[in-house]
C-alpha cells in the first residue's frame, strides 16, 4: 500500500498507478526446489468465487503475467522473487500454484488444504472444477448458517443470534490466531519504483537464508496475548 502525504502526491502516484509506470517486486518462500532462472508464467486469471474471493488460471481468464526468479534454496523450500507485470487479484499466489509452487503456508492456494488436491499444478480451471471447488470451500468454511434469517432484508440485529466468536453482520469467526504463521502468509511487498522514485522494505524473517521452518514456531510464537 502506497500512502501519499499530500493530495498532490496521491494524484501524481494515481496517474503512475493507471498509467502502469510503478513497478513491483515481492518476494515469498514456496514449498520445494523452484527451478533456477527467470521464469515467465502468463496464464489467464479468472475469478471462480466473488463470495470466496477465488481466483484460478481458465481460459475466459484476463491476461495475466508475473515474472519470478529463485533467490535461495534451503533443501525444502525457496525464496522466490516475484514482478507482477498486470495486477489481478491473487496473481502470484495464484500462479505459484499452476507453475506446482504455492506459498508453503497458502492458506487458500496451498498445499496442506483439504482441497488442494482440486487445484491441479499446470491445469486450468473448467467451470465443473470450479463449482466442486467452491463447493468444497463453503464446507470448511467458518461461516454460520443463519437460515431464513440472512434473507431478510434489514432484519434487526436482535433477530440474530450469535455468540461473541461471530461477527453480527457476516457470521464470520472472529477468534484470532495466536501465533505468527496464523496471521500472515510467506509474501512480503519488497521493492516499489518508478522513473522517479523509489522505495524498499527489509526483508521478513522467513526470506533469511537461515530460515528453518522448523524453528520457526519456536521463535515467533505468541504476538496475541491469552484473553
Not at 6 to 31: L, S
Not at 62 to 90: A, D, Q
Not at 156 to 169: A, H, V, Y
Not at 209 to 219: I, Q
Request: aromatic content about 10%; charged content about 30%.
Amino acid at each position: 500500500m502506497l500512502i501519499a502525504k499530500t493530495p498532490e502526491r496521491a494524484k501524481d502516484i494515481e496517474r503512475e498507478m493507471v498509467g502502469g509506470k510503478i513497478r513491483k517486486e515481492y518476494v515469498c518462500r514456496v514449498d520445494g526446489e523452484f527451478p533456477e532462472g527467470e521464469i515467465t508464467c502468463d496464464a489467464p486469471i479468472k475469478c471462480i468465487s466473488h463470495k470466496m474471493s477465488v481466483n484460478y488460471v481458465h481460459d475466459d481468464g484476463k491476461p495475466s503475467v508475473t515474472k519470478f526468479e529463485r533467490l535461495s534454496f534451503n533443501g525444502k523450500t525457496s525464496v522466490v522473487r516475484c514482478k507482477p507485470l498486470t495486477g489481478r487479484t491473487h496473481q502470484i499466489r495464484v500462479h505459484l500454484r499452476y507453475l506446482g509452487y504455492p506459498i508453503s503456508n497458502d492458506p487458500l492456494y496451498g498445499n496442506k488444504t483439504t482441497w488442494a488436491p482440486m487445484i491441479r499444478p499446470g491445469e486450468k480451471m473448467t467451470s465443473e472444477d470450479a463449482r466442486l471447488l467452491v463447493d468444497k470451500l463453503f464446507e470448511y468454511s467458518p461461516m454460520e448458517d443463519w437460515g431464513e434469517l440472512c434473507l431478510v432484508p434489514n432484519a434487526p440485529k436482535t433477530q440474530i443470534e450469535l455468540d461473541d466468536s461471530r461477527c453480527p453482520e457476516c457470521s464470520c469467526s472472529l477468534t484470532f490466531a495466536k501465533k505468527y504463521e496464523q496471521l500472515c502468509i510467506y509474501l512480503h511487498a519488497w521493492r516499489y519504483a518508478s522513473d522517479n522514485w523509489n522505495y524498499e522494505t527489509e526483508l521478513p524473517f522467513w526470506a533469511k537464508e537461515d530460515f528453518n521452518e522448523e524453528d520457526a514456531p519456536l521463535k515467533y510464537q505468541t504476538i496475541i496475548p491469552d484473553q
